[in-house]
């Protein structure tokens, strides 16, 4: 079971991930970000910024409640359903 050990938020909607496996990666989550109620607030950087990992490691959260489980966002974009850069 994969967890989120740490984050950073970057420019242009990125967030740098630190995962249990070792893992790190750079995810854009700029095609999420939509004008619907639920995802028009992180177009906002301030509160784009405002996103925290839940307790237990198992995803992200922003303050709307929009959450990511980490199992998504470790495996998934490997498949290249998220933009990813790998981190060297």
């Not at 967890?3 to 995962?19: G, S």
């Not at 990666?25 to 939509?34: A, D, M, P």
């Not at 307790?55 to 959260?61: L, P, T, V």
Request: aromatic share 18%; with cysteine.
């Amino acid at each position: 079971m994969v967890r989120i050990f740490e984050i950073a938020v970057l420019d242009d909607y990125r967030i740098h991930f630190v995962f249990s496996d070792g893992c790190e990666k750079v995810i854009s989550f700029k095609k999420y970000i939509k004008n619907d109620t639920l995802t028009e607030p992180l177009q906002d950087t301030e509160f784009f910024s405002k996103v925290r990992i839940y307790d237990n490691g198992r995803g992200i959260y922003w303050p709307n409640d929009y959450d990511f489980c980490p199992d998504n966002l470790r495996y998934y974009t490997e498949s290249g359903s998220l933009s990813v850069k790998a981190v060297a």
